[in-house]
Structures are given as structure tokens and as C-alpha cells.
């Protein structure tokens, strides 16, 4: 099915461990976005990329870092996780089709530092 | 700084019961307002874009409303299967991304 693939789903990491977040989507979208979704807080960006080759910070983007590695793939890596990193990660594209102008989202990353 | 802000934080409706859901706004030029479904362990899922005040959409029993500081979700004669947080966004003429609210958690019982 055509949409945005998040991996792993679950993750469990201790502190000062490092991981990298998977998304990538089969529609040809140019942008693509890291959020994270904390209680109470809303989404808040973390990292962006306006098309391929290009990245740029959001809202929260200590502690992070991303790779656009071509149009269909965009990574989230944490280097030295912390317990503030616990959270939902959220990936997402821009979809500007016949009318239809909003981000379709992936199905997140769980992930606890302990 | 954009802001966006959503009220109530969480809402009881009885089947049937119709209400509205409020998102204010703060933004330097607004590009779109965007309404948003999340279902628990899900990602949100798209609903709506309004980009000029005055302007109105529905997709069955979900209207969205767009005023200069604010946008109402009014939903009418709810189904339980509307239980969901409700995340409003918005995105400005300068920026590439958007600023979403802390969301309004709908219970709607049978």
C-alpha cells in the first residue's frame, strides 16, 4: 500500500546508546519531516528536508541528527540517546495533489530510554 | 512565534450529542489550517485544509470553519467510532512546515 513506512515500531534503548530512526515513503513527495509526540505537547518538528539533498532544523533538533539519503528515504539518528528522548517519532510527507494539500503521517516509532 | 491552541483538552459526548471543538491561532501570514484524526497507536490521518477565513469544509458528520484567529471542528450527531484526538495545524506563508496544537481527546459513548 502506497504511504509513509516507519522502523522499527517498538525500541527500547539505554542511555548513551545510539540508533537511527527508518522512514520512507513511495509517493514521490518532496518534503519529508521528523516530529516527535510527547503527552500534553503536541507535535513538535525536529528536523525537515525540503527536497533531496537538503535538511533543516525544526523546533527541537538537540540531540538528533537526519539523512536524506534519496527522495524516497529520510533517517533519524540518535547518537547518545538520553531519557528526555523517550517519545513517539513521527515521520511524514507533504502530499500537494488535485486539491489535497496536508502531511501524510507513518504509523510512528515507540521508542523508551532507560 | 506561531502558536496554536485547542480547547477543551478533552470532551464527552453522548451519541448523537453535536459540539464543537475550538483551535486558536497565532501566525505571521497563514498559509493553511489543518484538521488532523489520531486514533490511539496510529499516526494522524488527514481531514481538512482551509486556507481563508470564511471558508468551510465537511466529509460526513465533520464540518471545519475558518475565522482570521480560529478554526471550529463542529461535529454533528456523533458515533462512538468519532472517538479520536482531534489535532489542529497550521503553517505559515514562510514556512515549510506546521505548528500543530496539543490536540482535543473526543470520547463519544454509546
Known amino acids: 500500500n502506497a504511504g509513509v513506512t516507519q522502523t522499527p515500531k517498538f525500541q527500547v534503548l539505554k542511555t548513551g546508546q545510539s540508533m537511527t530512526l527508518q522512514c520512507a515513503q513511495d509517493?514521490?513527495?518532496?518534503?519529508m519531516y521528523w516530529y516527535r509526540q510527547d503527552p500534553g505537547m503536541g507535535l513538535r518538528l525536529i528536523y525537515y528536508?525540503?527536497?533531496?539533498?537538503?535538511?533543516d532544523k525544526g523546533e527541537v533538533p538537540n540531540g538528533y541528527n537526519v539523512s536524506r539519503l534519496n527522495k524516497r528515504e529520510f533517517s533519524l539518528r540518535l547518537e547518545s540517546a538520553a531519557p528526555s528522548q523517550t517519545s513517539v517519532y513521527f515521520c511524514?510527507?507533504?502530499?500537494?495533489?488535485?486539491?489535497?494539500?496536508?502531511?501524510?503521517f507513518g504509523s510512528g516509532t515507540r521508542l523508551t530510554v532507560v | 512565534e506561531d502558536q496554536v491552541t485547542q480547547s477543551p483538552e478533552a470532551l464527552r459526548l453522548q451519541e448523537g450529542e453535536s459540539s464543537s471543538l475550538n483551535c486558536s491561532y497565532t501566525?505571521?501570514?497563514?498559509?493553511?489550517l489543518f484538521w488532523y484524526r489520531q486514533d490511539p497507536g496510529k499516526g494522524p490521518e488527514f481531514l481538512f485544509t482551509?486556507?481563508?477565513a470564511g471558508e468551510e469544509k465537511e466529509k460526513e458528520r465533520l464540518k471545519a470553519t475558518l475565522t482570521k484567529k480560529e478554526s471550529f471542528l463542529h461535529i454533528t450527531a456523533p458515533k462512538p467510532e468519532d472517538s479520536a484526538t482531534y489535532l489542529c495545524?497550521?503553517?505559515?506563508?514562510?514556512?515549510?512546515?506546521?505548528?500543530f496544537g496539543a490536540g482535543t481527546r473526543l470520547t463519544v459513548k454509546p
Open positions: 511524514a510527507s507533504l502530499m500537494r495533489a488535485g486539491g489535497y494539500y496536508g502531511y501524510t
Open positions: 509517493m514521490n513527495h518532496n518534503s
Open positions: 528536508s525540503a527536497s533531496e539533498g537538503t535538511t
Open positions: 501566525v505571521s501570514g497563514l498559509r493553511g
Open positions: 482551509l486556507y481563508s
Open positions: 495545524a497550521v503553517q505559515a506563508d514562510n514556512n515549510n512546515d506546521m505548528r
